[in-house]
């Protein structure tokens, strides 16, 4: 997966896609094969060492801790190495302090980009379901990966907030690469420079998004599945 | 926009407020002394169930660990300050509740490392274990612990600059420091990164772990502090009850101590003194009223129980959020009604 690409992964439910995230973020073993990461075997990750490595991942079902606010949520996000340690919290050191005035400006700037600065105070259940959407990536987005998992951040979006999406994806390409697990064609086609597709745990098809739709193998994993969007025009004056 | 990267000096702020709750209890207690000596003995019954009150409302209803076992690290920290006392009477209080606060910290290691690895039911299960089991140790190893009868713990005395202090206020004045250094300690916590950390274990152990947390060490190190707050607040109640005894640490203390959490307001440190001082008084206020009214002894002697179950019923439909939950409400209610119009969100949960 080349640095600055947005790479769409997409197949049949059942395929994989998902697996294939929590086998990179250490949920799941591998049962052959490596996974690479900058040159690195990677294999055996542990779940909470993927942060450090600059790879963030965002969760099908948002996973905001609810009873935090959309600023502490995204908080948690911006974890970085120099950290104050337990002592230091316990006795509330101006060390700690520094931390914590410090992340909180993190988190702060990272919800302006994404324009919903104004929500920092509230709890991510009352607000609305597209609004949760934004606080997840800012809580990815708040470490600068180099590397972000989506997992199918359209879902439940409208198509006005999938545009949005498409356009913010577009403007990380030059700081990480997107990797992108999608049921939304219209937005893989609109936003990946190559798209996988997976079926039954196999990678079947690779390629442009334009080459990889007509492609048989793919048609045929998708049999019964609608194919007909008017994606390929969209993708194409998107890119120009 | 608010505040951007103002630093507050966080201990200073904690230690103020926690120095002049202190110092307003202590000036309390000496006052009322002379009137009533067996309400100052209780409020320094309410310091130690504050104190593991705190530890408690940290783990479950922060970090989302239900524990029924934490009479039983009372128990720890009772029978060590019994121990040490043994050999040398007057040894500094000081000293005394490090060493019982440090024993039942390494105790809660070794449970917090099995708890870490069990969820909900499993959970109170074994701590449910040791809360029934810990106090059969005491009985089983007679000849260090004394059996049934338990072990004497010798009472606190002023020193002799300050004879004139009655011993009742003395040892309430003794009680003071440790709530307050546990309650300055706590908050500092609870406000940074690990009460983050904490919640969102609670929250959501699959992102917290995505997201760069630890989730079965930073489970440890709530278990950890709280077990050191138990095992402090046991040693003060060898104190206060001037005996470490296996009867002091029945299941029923660390039912009340949950109790004491959720009516005071889950999750919250001034929950934890509401609470505190529901478990201490209300029982005694019940009893009082029972003693005035004259009924058959066998209803006399179930009342008391059953009107307390009452008032946590009712208690708890009133204030579903608890007491802290309620004042919060209140006051916030207050201050809308004041700014008539413009709503404020919620700012954090303690």
């Known amino acids: 997966m080349p640095a600055g690409e947005i790479v769409g992964i997409i197949g049949p439910n059942g395929a994989g896609k998902t697996s294939l995230f929590n086998v990179v973020s250490g949920f799941l073993k591998p049962q052959a094969g490596e996974i690479l990461y900058d040159g690195r075997r990677i294999n055996g990750v542990r779940p909470h060492e993927l942060n450090a490595l600059g790879i963030a991942r965002t969760l099908q079902g948002l996973g905001l801790w609810r009873g935090l606010t959309v600023l502490e949520n995204v908080m948690v996000g911006a974890r970085r190495a120099a950290r104050p340690g337990f ?14 005035a410090e992340t909180a400006d993190l988190a702060r700037d990272q919800l302006r980009l994404l324009g919903i600065e104004h929500f920092a105070d509230w709890y991510p259940g009352v607000l609305p379901y597209g609004v949760q959407k934004w606080v997840s990536l800012a809580r990815a987005l708040v470490s600068r990966p180099s590397l972000l998992l989506l997992d199918e951040p359209a879902s439940g979006l409208t198509s006005t907030e999938i545009k949005e999406l498409a356009d913010l994806l577009r403007s990380l390409r030059a700081q990480m690469s997107v990797a992108l697990v999608e049921h939304r064609l219209d937005l893989i086609m609109s936003v990946c420079e190559r798209v996988h597709v997976l079926d039954f745990g196999r990678l079947i098809a690779s390629g442009p998004p334009e080459r990889v739709q007509k492609d048989k193998a793919v048609t045929d994993a998708y049999l019964g599945e609608e194919l007909t969007l008017n994606v390929a025009e969209e993708g194409a004056d998107a890119r120009g | 926009m608010k505040g951007l990267g103002s630093v507050r000096p966080a201990l200073l702020r904690h230690s103020m407020v926690g120095l002049g709750f202190g110092l307003g209890a202590a000036l309390a207690v000496w006052a009322i002394d002379p009137y009533n000596p067996f309400l100052v003995y209780q409020l320094s019954s309410v310091c130690y169930f504050a104190i ?23 128990g720890i920290g009772a029978y060590t300050t019994a121990v040490v006392l043994k050999g040398h009477t007057d040894l500094n209080p000081a000293l005394v509740m490090s060493a019982a606060t440090v024993v039942t910290s390494v105790a809660s290691i070794i449970v917090g490392a099995a708890a870490a690895r069990l969820r909900g ?20 190893f007679s000849n260090i612990f004394g059996g049934d009868a338990g072990t004497s713990v010798p009472a606190l005395t002023p020193p002799d600059a300050l004879s004139s202090v009655a011993p009742e206020v003395w040892l309430a004045w003794i009680g003071l420091v440790p ?35 630890r989730v079965a060490r930073t489970q440890v190190v709530a278990f950890v502090l709280s077990g050191a707050c138990a095992g402090l607040a046991g040693s003060l109640l060898a104190y206060t009850s001037n005996l470490a005894a296996p009867g002091s640490f029945p299941l029923t203390l660390s039912l009340l101590l949950l109790a004491a959490i959720v009516i005071g307001g889950l999750g919250t440190l001034p929950g934890a003194v509401w609470g505190a001082l529901v478990v201490v ?11 005035a009214v004259h009924l058959p002894s066998a209803v006399r002697d179930q009342l008391p129980l059953a009107l307390f179950g009452g008032v946590f019923v009712v208690a708890m439909l009133a204030f ?11 006051w916030r209610l207050r201050a809308s009604r004041r700014k008539a119009g413009t709503s404020e969100p919620a700012i954090g949960t303690t």
């Open chain 1, 87 to 100: 002592v230091s919290a316990l006795t509330g050191l101006s060390r700690s302090d520094r931390y914590e």
């Open chain 2, 52 to 74: 593991a009150a705190a530890g408690l409302t940290v783990l479950t209803g922060l970090n989302g660990q239900l524990s029924l076992g934490h009479g039983a690290l009372m």
């Open chain 2, 121 to 140: 039911p499993y959970l109170a299960g074994a701590t449910l274990g040791l809360a029934v089991g810990l106090p059969g140790v005491a009985v089983r």
């Open chain 2, 179 to 213: 709530t307050v250094v546990t309650f300055v300690v706590l908050a500092n916590l609870v406000r940074t990164r690990y009460g983050r950390d904490f919640r969102a274990i609670r929250e959501d152990e699959v992102a917290a772990a995505l997201y760069g947390i």
């Open chain 2, 281 to 291: 008084f209300v029982p005694d206020w019940i009893g009082s009223v029972n003693d």
């Open chain 2, 320 to 330: 579903p959020h608890g007491i802290q939950g309620g004042l919060v409400r209140l």
